[in-house]
C-alpha cells in the first residue's frame, strides 16, 4: 500500500537542530508537490514548507524563514526538513503531505498524508 513515512523527530534544547525525513513507498508511478505541516495542542495545522515536482521552487512559512530547508530526492522518493536554530514555538507534530500518482488498478493522482513525527524544543 503506498503510505509516507516521517522520522528524524524527538527532544532537543533551544538552538539545537533536527532533520526531518519522510520516505514514500509503494507503487507510485509519479509524485509531484510535497510539503511539510505541523500541528500543536490546540492549534490548526500549518503548512511550514513547500517544493514542487522538480525541486526547483520552495516556500516557507515567515516564522521558519532563514532556519528550515525544504529538500527532496525523487530518486529515493523522499522529502527532507532540514531544522536549524529550533525554538520552543516550533515544537508540534510534523506532518509529511506529498501528491502522489498512484500505480494501482484506480490510477489516479491522490494527496497522502504521514502519520506525523513528534517535535519537542526545550528552552
Known amino acids: 500500500q503506498v503510505q509516507l513515512v516521517e522520522s528524524g523527530g524527538g527532544l532537543v534544547q533551544a538552538g539545537g537542530s533536527l532533520r526531518l525525513s519522510c520516505a514514500a513507498s509503494g507503487s507510485i508511478f509519479s509524485i509531484g508537490s510535497m510539503a511539510w505541516y505541523r500541528q500543536a495542542p490546540g492549534k490548526q495545522r500549518e503548512l511550514v514548507a513547500t517544493?514542487?515536482?522538480?525541486?526547483?521552487?520552495?516556500n516557507y512559512t515567515d516564522s521558519v524563514k532563514g532556519r528550515f530547508t525544504i529538500s527532496r530526492d525523487n530518486g529515493k522518493k523522499m522529502v527532507d526538513l532540514q531544522m536549524n536554530n529550533l525554538k520552543p514555538e516550533d515544537t508540534a507534530v510534523y506532518y509529511c503531505?506529498?501528491?502522489?500518482?498512484?500505480?494501482?488498478?484506480?490510477?489516479?493522482?491522490?494527496?497522502?498524508w504521514g502519520q506525523g513525527t513528534q517535535v519537542t524544543v526545550s528552552s
Open positions: 517544493i514542487t515536482s522538480r525541486g526547483g521552487t520552495t
Open positions: 503531505n506529498a501528491d502522489l500518482f498512484v500505480d494501482d488498478s484506480t490510477w489516479r493522482w491522490a494527496n497522502y
